[in-house]
């Protein structure tokens, strides 16, 4: 089956500093997709980013960026600048190609960002 | 910026009843989903739906469930005869063929 998996259930930064969040994925495609979703204590839902499988080049969304090794199946993303709207719940999450690509999600992290 | 919209919020239901949760996906998307998180828990996949009919399906989207596209702006989910365990947030998401989903607020459903 495939998986998404986060190590760090929990996670605390210094407002100002930089965190980076964790996730691997295992898969067998060749064409997939990768997110990160941000869910604050309100629980909508947010997208933060997306990367494609096929591209070598990490993407960006200003303070957002992800480091993403292909070969090694990781997909972690680095927060800069943290603020403390940051704090949420951040979810990983790929899907794998096929008609429409249903996510699969991992467990999540808990960031919570200090003053 | 266009948004997933759902409505009720919140939805306080006896066991056994039906409820209809809605979601009015963004107006140029073609692919709509349904997922639930319960919890503490991760988001879970529940349903998709294309061209007007499911394309994939998960083991929770039983035949208690069922999902309709009624009038070519909402998407909905029924549940047919809540059960305690169906009490979650549950999420509709739409998306293109960029794979990209954006996802509604949540309707977030307490089974008594």
């Known amino acids: 089956a495939q998986t998404v998996t986060q190590s760090q259930p929990e996670m605390s930064v210094q407002e100002a500093e930089t965190v980076t969040l964790s996730c691997t994925y295992d898969t067998s495609e060749n064409n997939y997709y990768l997110f990160w979703y941000k869910q604050p204590p309100s629980r909508q839902m947010i997208l933060v980013i997306r990367q494609e499988a096929y591209k070598q080049q990490n993407a960006t969304e200003n303070r957002f960026s992800v480091n993403f090794q292909k070969a090694a199946k990781s997909f972690s993303l680095k927060i800069s600048d943290s603020q403390l709207g940051d704090t949420a719940m951040y979810f990983c999450a790929s899907n794998y190609g096929g008609s429409q690509g249903n996510l699969i999600f991992g467990k999540g992290t808990k960031l919570s960002v200090k003053p | 910026e266009p948004e997933v919209t759902q409505t009720p919020s919140h939805q306080v239901t006896q066991m056994g009843q039906e409820v209809i949760l809605r979601c009015v996906p963004i107006?140029?998307?073609?692919?709509f989903y349904w997922y639930r998180q319960i919890l503490g828990q991760k988001v879970e996949f529940l349903v998709s739906?294309?061209?007007?009919?499911?394309?994939?399906k998960s083991e929770i989207f039983d035949d208690q469930f069922s999902v309709e596209r009624p009038d070519g702006s909402n998407f909905t989910l029924k549940i047919r005869s809540t059960k305690l365990e169906d009490s979650a947030m549950y999420f509709c998401?739409?998306?293109?063929?960029?794979?990209?989903?954006?996802f509604g607020p949540g309707t977030r459903l307490l089974v008594l």
């Open positions: 107006s140029n998307h073609l692919y």
């Open positions: 739906f294309y061209n007007n009919e499911i394309s994939e």
């Open positions: 998401a739409s998306g293109t063929m960029d794979k990209t989903q954006y």
